[in-house]
C-alpha cells in the first residue's frame, strides 16, 4: 500500500512509519520539519505538510491510497486536534483520497461504570483538556463523509517491545487481569498497521490494550 503518515516525527507516528516500512508499504512521512525525520529507507520519502491548513495536506497527500493521522498538539494548544481534524476532513476530500485512519486518545471510552475516562476521579486533571479536545476530534471525523478508523490507545501507552498480541475493544477501556490498560507504541503501531491492511473497522472506532 502507499500510505501518508502525518506528524511521523512523534513516538507514535515513527513507530507506525517503522512498522509499515517493515511490511513492505510504500511510505510518505508528512511532517512540519522534514529534517525531524532521521529514517531512510528506499520505500520511504519525506514531504512538509501543515496538518492546520487544509490546502498543506491536500498538497501532502494527493495521489496516495490512505492517510494516517498521529498528529499530536502542544501543551497549552489542545484545541490545535480539533482544526487539524477539520483540516484533514477538507484536505482529503479536496485530493480525492478517502481512507483515513486516526491516533485517538483513550479519555473518550467507556469504563466499567459507564463513565468515561476522562470523567472517573482518578483521571490525570493536567491531560484533560487533551483528552476532551480527542473526543471532540472524533465527532468531527464521525460527521465527515470519510472512510475512517479512530484507533484509541490503551489508557496508558509507552514504549516497550513488540509482541503482536494484544486485545481489541470497541469504544470501551480494555482491562486486564489486574485491573490495568496498557499498551506498548510498538504493538499499537502493528494494531494500526493491521487495520490498514485489513479494514475491519470502517467509519467507527476501536481500541487496543493487553
Do not use: C
Not at 513516538?11 to 531512510?40: D, F, M, N, W, Y
Not at 469504544?171 to 499499537?188: A, H, P, Q, Y
Amino acid at each position: 500500500m502507499d500510505v501518508v503518515v502525518i506528524g511521523a516525527s512523534g513516538t507514535i507516528g515513527k513507530a507506525i512509519v517503522q512498522e509499515a516500512l517493515k511490511r513492505k508499504h510504500q511510505v510518505t512521512a508528512a511532517v512540519r520539519r522534514p529534517e525531524s525525520i532521521s529514517i531512510e529507507h528506499e520505500r520511504l520519502q519525506v514531504v512538509t505538510v501543515d496538518v492546520l491548513d487544509p490546502a498543506s495536506v491536500a498538497a501532502a497527500v494527493r495521489g496516495h491510497g490512505e492517510v494516517i493521522s498521529a498528529y499530536g498538539p502542544e501543551k497549552g494548544q489542545e484545541l490545535d486536534l480539533l482544526t487539524a481534524a477539520a483540516s484533514l476532513v477538507q484536505g482529503l476530500q479536496t485530493a480525492g483520497v478517502a481512507r483515513l485512519l486516526i491516533v485517538g486518545g483513550a479519555g473518550s471510552l467507556k469504563t466499567e461504570s459507564g463513565e468515561w475516562l476522562m470523567d472517573t476521579p482518578d483521571f490525570p486533571e493536567e491531560i484533560r483538556p487533551l483528552a476532551a479536545a480527542h473526543a471532540d476530534a472524533y465527532e468531527i471525523y464521525r460527521s465527515s463523509e470519510l472512510d475512517y478508523t479512530y484507533v484509541t490507545p490503551a489508557a496508558l501507552i509507552q514504549s516497550g517491545r513488540r509482541t503482536g498480541h494484544f486485545r481489541i475493544g470497541l469504544d470501551r477501556l480494555v482491562l486486564d487481569d489486574n485491573g490495568d490498560s496498557i499498551i506498548s507504541v510498538e504493538d499499537f503501531a502493528v494494531a494500526m498497521i493491521d487495520e490498514l491492511e485489513e479494514g475491519n473497522f470502517s467509519r467507527t472506532r476501536f481500541t487496543v490494550a493487553y
